[in-house]
């Protein structure tokens, strides 16, 4: 299995593992090496009292795309830090595109760019995350 196909199933173990992405209808689009792109549909109940998508649904999304690029060589991490600027709303109805690079790595800590774009390309948000390498594997082989 080489370092993409390996990303790869980690992110599919990953999502099957968790509550949360399946709730949410999280779909992985694809998912490589230092790289994820997922996205999910927004639907009424992610919507705040503006009846526009609740920040907290968007930094969830931007989180999970972070998870699977940090884990996907298959070394347990954890986020250590992550910050997130929102930069457009998104309505119900809307779908929302989650796309994640892992920009540096240096020993067990790891920063990783996420942007989250609707389906039409407007931006939506910029995520950083800064991961911490566990040890241990996600997913035995």
């Known amino acids: 299995m080489d370092a993409n196909e390996l990303a790869n199933h980690v992110a599919q ?3 099957a593992g968790e509550g949360t992405g399946p709730a949410w209808g999280i779909k992985i689009e694809e998912a490589r090496e230092d790289y994820a792109r997922i996205s999910m549909v927004v639907r009424a109940d992610m919507l705040n009292s503006h009846r526009i998508a609740h920040g907290g649904m968007i930094f ?3 989180d999970t795309a972070f998870a699977y690029v940090c ?3 298959n070394h347990a991490s954890v986020a250590a830090q ?3 600027v929102f930069l457009d709303k998104v309505v119900e109805g809307e779908s929302l595109i989650a796309e994640a690079t892992e920009v540096a790595r240096e020993g067990r800590a790891g920063v990783t760019r996420v942007a989250v774009r609707a389906g039409d390309g407007r931006a939506i948000a910029e995520f950083t995350g800064y991961s911490r390498t566990l040890g241990g594997p996600v997913v035995e082989m």
């Open 82 to 84: 992550a910050s997130i």
């Open 71 to 73: 884990n996907g060589a």
């Open 13 to 15: 173990e990953m999502l």
């Open 60 to 62: 969830a999304l931007a």
